[in-house]
């Protein structure tokens, strides 16, 4: 096991009916600025609800945060930070929200041009000296942003991590009953971007992290049982909790701690994202099958011990068991409901150019915890995903 340092101060609250905790959870004198995405946090009552447990505190409303938040709708909402002296933010919402919001929290004291922020990257970066203390309300359990320092923004034509501890938000309320009337789709493409943070940090290569294989292993087997069952009856609170859990258990700094990390599929797939406008949840799904793939050589240790722990695959030849456990991880994305090839989002070869000059453009040429996925590689990994 590799040498690590775990730090992570968020106060998870988590369970039914926990909103009308927000006034003991946000400072008593706090100006707030709550952000949200679109309107569905108003149709179903959400932020009525929010607004009220918030008590006589002075609170302003900062809408439109999209997915993949963008860097010129994120700088918007400096001006009522720095107008209103807002002293705390509050994103209710899901992944996007919650990112963008982190962005806000270290944008609106920053004192150079914003957009430098985003040069920083995954390096937790000690420029960064200040940041607006935050909390969250998650919506749509997915990306596990409410648990973690990492924000992804929008800005020009890519997508940019962002890393640093003043990012963890102070609290995150996790009530899975206010997912309950999220569209499947969104529930899906939540359980694909789950299990994709788990298995980017589990299957790599052996590192004898014991208890983070152990773990991660419980979180795609809790995702492979309640997947099906939470999309099909999206009221089963015990399935619903179990996802919410998962999702943010999946990418707290947990099962990450002293293992190889790889992460090919979220970098390659944020191009696909920005290039074409698919689903985060969805390029993950459509690549991860190619990353392992291409990467079975340097990956067959552990996608044999997934095989095995997983999907309890014993039988055959260890070439058959791998593929076989690939195999059943692209029909688990597909029962739910996600398409896994490019050409299902009418992305055709020719595109492929295109992809990997951005990585390039992107100084994206050495992924994967080898750092040996070069461009060619990905070039192969985008044709198998075809």
């Not at 270290?106 to 935050?134: D, Q, R």
């Not at 789709?185 to 014991?210: K, L, M, W």
């Not at 087997?221 to 009221?235: C, H, R, V």
Request: hydrophobic share 40%; net charge negative; proline share 4%.
């Amino acid at each position: 096991m590799f040498n690590f340092d775990f730090y992570n101060p968020t106060h998870i609250v988590f369970g039914k009916d926990r909103l009308g905790e927000l006034d003991r959870l946000v400072p008593a004198n706090a100006k707030v600025l709550v952000t949200y995405g679109g309107g569905s946090v108003k149709k179903f009552g959400i932020l009525d609800r929010v607004k009220a447990s918030l008590g006589g505190r002075e609170v302003y409303e900062f809408e439109g945060i999209e997915p993949n938040p963008k860097y010129k709708t994120l700088i918007k909402a400096l001006e009522a930070v720095r107008n209103n002296n807002i002293d705390f933010l509050l994103a209710v919402g899901g992944g996007s929200v919650i990112d963008g919001t982190k962005f806000i929290a270290v944008a609106a004291p920053y004192e150079e041009e914003p957009s430098n922020l985003l040069k920083f990257g995954m390096n937790p970066n000690k420029k960064i000296k200040k940041a607006i203390p935050l909390g969250t309300v998650v919506t749509l359990p997915a990306t596990g942003s409410e648990m973690n320092s990492g924000c992804v923004i929008s800005y020009e034509d890519g997508k940019f991590v962002l890393m640093n501890e003043l990012l963890f938000p102070r609290f995150s309320i996790l009530d899975p009953t206010l997912t309950y009337t999220l569209p499947q789709d969104q529930v899906a493409n939540g359980i694909v971007d789950a299990f994709i943070h788990t298995v980017e940090q589990y299957v790599t290569f052996p590192a004898e992290g014991r208890f983070q294989d152990r773990t991660a292993e419980g979180i795609l087997q809790t995702l492979i049982e309640i997947g099906k069952k939470t999309i099909g009856n999206p009221t089963d609170y015990d399935a619903r909790a179990n996802l919410a859990w998962c999702a943010t258990m999946a990418l707290n700094g947990l099962i990450g701690a002293g293992v190889p990390q790889d992460w090919s599929a979220h970098i390659i797939g944020h191009e696909l994202t920005a290039m074409f406008g698919i689903d985060h949840g969805k390029t993950l799904a459509i690549l991860l099958p190619s990353v392992w793939n291409v990467q079975k050589e340097q990956k067959h240790a552990k996608l044999l011990q997934y095989a095995e722990r997983v999907w309890n695959i014993t039988n055959g030849d260890e070439t058959s068991r791998v593929d076989l456990a690939i195999s059943k991880t692209r029909d688990f994305f597909e029962d739910l409901g996600i398409k896994t090839h490019l050409a299902d989002y009418n992305v055709t070869a020719d595109k492929i150019d295109d992809i990997v000059k951005a990585l390039e453009r992107h100084g994206k040429t050495a992924l994967s915890e080898t750092r040996k996925v070069t461009l060619a590689v990905s070039r192969q990994i985008l044709e198998g995903a075809m």
